[in-house]
């Protein structure tokens, strides 16, 4: 494939600022736990009840378990701490227990207490055999790809992953749509969350039907989804990939669930949940770190939501804040274990259809991120801040970005519909974008082997000015910090405060006999 003359001498510049900004970070990370780390230890552990409360609404267990002891001012120590303690006192199961402490029947601060060491050992113990168990299904899942064909790979595929969405509201009518767009060609399905549910504090309980614009995103929801794709990949003999939406205030928790039901992506990103659902900087980036250290477990590639800071800021004139974003996201990422090939980082093809050579632009900007990042997934989104009702135009759009797609060897390409802007595709509309995807794939697979980039052009010199930009605001987040840049709008014209936002009062300081094996073990 052609590369852009891009200067490598400033691109380790960015990633060597990006390590510094992520520092401090780190520290608070170290620090910290929150309620939905100490929820999602316990998920782990096997604790996935529910009890119906007053108007029919089932609230998890591992919920009021950890506000309890939140309440109590005791969650310092862990979780993990009270309840294994528990256990060596009750010797009965994990989901034994959590119903009996749920349902106020033992009351774990009440307890005659162990040795810290026989505490710390049981821990260590089922933590060995929880993660022993995503192992397993990640095993299982892989021997799946193997069995039923799947050609994903980081990079360097003939041509990108056709991926679209399903988002009815209703996991079974979901289970249709993805079985019908795995027959029209598909290979990988996202279910479309269901509008703000990243700012509920605790993870809906069963299979749901009445989500809006999207469907919930539940252990129960998962199993389903994977056991439809499993058995439509059976047929077709072609794996069909899972994705899902890990962000928000039980970003850890999705993780562990997404882990446990076989799930391949998982749309996890802290600076997303910041910016567009307010959500407390400090908390989500604790979870964050937590539910990456899962995922990384798993070996699920995790999509970063950079694209979405083109639906609120200039396409043309802030393409800098995607990849300075990119740079930090990818040491977030490997601060928690994970390698490149499972950070499916995000950019997107939202400039203004209008602007003079902007396809010359779309492609500097997607061929200099496949360069950047070459050994990453990348994930590649199609325009929608500029559809309308006029349905030729747009399907003509999202014609032109998956011809950028495969020139510049994008690896998961998110197709566009042409009804975007009117409604939530039918089955109709997946088909059109999956035969436009196909032609354009099969018919210029090899093109970006056939073609070189005229030196110091108008696309290499436009993408070797986003670095320079990206360089330049790097070099200002690095001055102010993390937080604070932030706050000054250095992302997505979005202003955040260190300690406004949701969340932040399930933020707790680890107190120095902190116990959570999980660290160790993942």
């Known amino acids: 494939m052609a590369n852009l003359n891009l200067d490598q001498k400033k691109i380790d510049e960015c990633r060597k600022i990006a390590h510094t900004v992520s520092k401090p970070v780190e520290e608070l990370i170290e620090k910290h736990t929150s309620v939905s780390i100490e929820r999602a230890a316990l998920r782990l552990l096997g604790v996935n009840g529910a009890i119906q409360q007053q108007g029919g609404q089932w609230f998890p267990e591992v919920n009021l378990i950890v506000e309890d002891l939140h309440k109590q001012k005791v969650l310092d120590r862990g979780v993990l701490y009270w309840f294994c303690n528990a256990l060596l006192y009750t010797k009965i199961s994990p989901q034994e227990l959590g119903t009996s402490v749920a349902h106020r029947k033992i009351k774990l601060t009440e307890l005659p207490k162990s040795k810290d060491e026989d505490i710390e050992a049981k821990a260590k113990e089922l933590v060995k055999e929880a993660v022993e168990h995503i192992d397993e299904r990640r095993d299982y899942r892989d021997s799946l790809r193997k069995k039923q064909s799947d050609r994903f790979k980081s990079h360097g595929m003939e041509r990108p992953l056709l991926y679209v969405i399903v988002a009815t509201g209703n996991i079974y009518d979901d289970v249709i749509q993805a079985r019908a767009a795995a027959q029209a060609g598909a290979e990988a399905i996202a279910v479309i969350r269901s509008t703000a549910q990243s700012l509920l504090d605790f993870v809906p309980h069963g299979a749901t039907t009445e989500g809006y614009g999207g469907t919930y995103a539940t252990q129960e929801n998962f199993r389903i989804m994977r056991e439809a794709l499993d058995d439509e990949g059976g047929k077709i003999g072609r794996y069909i990939r899972l994705t899902n939406y890990c962000s928000g205030l039980c970003m850890s928790e999705i993780a562990a669930l997404g882990a446990m039901e076989r799930l391949d992506f998982l749309l996890n990103d802290a600076m997303y949940g910041i910016l567009f659902r307010d959500i407390n900087m400090k908390r989500t980036l604790i979870d964050q770190h937590f539910s990456r250290r899962i995922i990384a477990k798993s070996k699920i590639v995790i999509h970063t939501g950079e694209d979405n800071y083109l639906t609120t800021a200039d396409a043309v004139e802030n393409g800098h804040q995607v990849l300075a974003s990119q740079f930090i996201n990818e040491r977030f990422a490997l601060g928690a274990k994970m390698t490149p090939s499972l950070m499916g980082l995000g950019h997107a093809q939202e400039m203004d259809p209008e602007h003079p050579d902007v396809f010359l632009l779309e492609i500097a900007r997607a061929q200099m991120t496949r360069q950047i990042f070459p050994e990453h997934p990348i994930k590649f ?6 559809k309308c009702g006029d349905i030729f135009y747009s399907h003509l759009m999202d014609a032109m970005f998956n011809f950028v797609g495969v020139l510049t060897g994008q690896s998961i390409q998110l197709l566009g519909m042409a009804t975007e802007a009117m409604h939530t595709p039918l089955l109709q509309d997946r088909w059109m ?21 005229k030196p110091k052009g108008r696309i290499e010199s436009w993408a070797q000015k986003v670095l320079d930009e990206t360089l330049a605001h790097l070099r200002m987040i690095e001055k102010k910090g993390l937080f604070k840049a932030i706050e000054d709008r250095a992302f997505a014209n979005v202003t955040r405060k260190e300690d406004g936002g949701k969340g932040l009062d399930g933020v707790i300081e680890k107190s120095k006999d902190y116990l959570n094996p999980f660290f160790e073990y993942l």
């Open 433 to 453: 974008s999956i035969k436009n995807a196909n032609y354009i794939f099969n018919g210029a697979k090899s093109l970006g082997d056939e073609i070189l980039f």
């Open 381 to 386: 989104m199609p325009p929608t801040r500029f």
